[in-house]
């Protein structure tokens, strides 16, 4: 199993940046997928998932209105498009197999930063 993230950066307070996560060595199509983050001596917090056929999202109170995954089952990747973003979203963000609990495989991640 691969999971790859990119996008991340440096974002201005209501700016907006755009996440992808290249998987493999996996059925991707066959599994829920979801974006968590871990903030700076903070825990590993499940941001939002998605279903494995794209129809249905899910997301953290915090972030809920302001950011939206999608997924291209065909590409064998998955986004998290951020906006209004808030100097509280800055962490470092993983995509992972599987649900909330995030038991499953992650990725690296890739840090977002935002500041003025």
């Known amino acids: 199993v691969q999971l790859v993230e990119s996008g991340g950066g440096l974002a201005q307070p209501g700016g907006s940046l755009r996440l992808s996560c290249a998987a493999s060595g996996f059925t991707f199509s066959s599994y829920v997928m979801s974006w968590a983050r871990q903030a700076p001596g903070k825990g590993l917090e499940w941001v939002g998932g998605?279903?494995?056929?794209?129809?249905?999202?899910n997301y953290a109170d915090s972030v809920k209105g302001r950011f939206a995954i999608s997924r291209d089952n065909a590409k064998n990747t998955l986004y998290l498009q951020m906006n209004s973003l808030k100097p509280d979203d800055t962490a470092l963000y993983y995509c992972a197999q599987g649900g909330r609990t995030l038991a499953g495989a992650r990725g690296q991640g890739t840090q977002v930063t935002v500041s003025s």
């Open positions: 998605i279903s494995t056929d794209g129809s249905f999202t």
